[in-house]
Nanobody, 122 residues
Framework: QVQLVESGGGLVQAGGSLRLSCAAS????????MGWFRQAPGKERDFVAT????????YYADSVKGRFTISRDNAKNTVYLQMNSLKPEDPAVYYC???????????????WGKGTLVTVSS
């Protein structure tokens, strides 16, 4: 089992920045690829970004490319999502997830956190 706890969500003005963190415990964190997903009210859970176990491979959704950066610190068992230039379409609950392989598919994730809410004011 891997337990994931997100933090860092909150209210920010459009154009502002937030940094989300996801702390992992349980099985060896560095064995897993990590991903961020988001879900707005009434919508499906969408892929945001993913990073390989080593941090050497990253993928982003087109909607966040150039604005968001995923990174990880295996020594701290933590994955981050730096979100810059936040837009009115970015508000959602942001979820951290762990998987055996790099993937953008929610169904491929093995473990999920409970999410952290990001709100953007215009």
């Amino acid at each position: 089992q891997v337990q994931l706890v997100e933090s860092g969500g909150g209210l920010v003005q459009a154009g502002g920045s937030l940094r989300l963190s996801c702390a992992a415990s349980g099985r060896t964190f560095s064995n897993y690829a990590m991903g961020w997903f988001r879900q707005a009210p009434g919508k499906e859970r969408d892929f945001v970004a993913t990073i390989s176990w080593s941090g050497g491979i990253t993928y982003y959704a087109d909607s966040v490319k150039g604005r968001f950066t995923i990174s990880r610190d295996n020594a701290k068992n933590t994955v981050y999502l730096q979100m810059n230039s936040l837009k009115p379409e970015d508000p959602a609950v942001y979820y951290c997830a762990a998987s055996q392989f790099v993937s953008s598919i929610p169904g491929a994730m093995n473990y999920w956190g409970k999410g952290t809410l990001v709100t953007v004011s215009s």
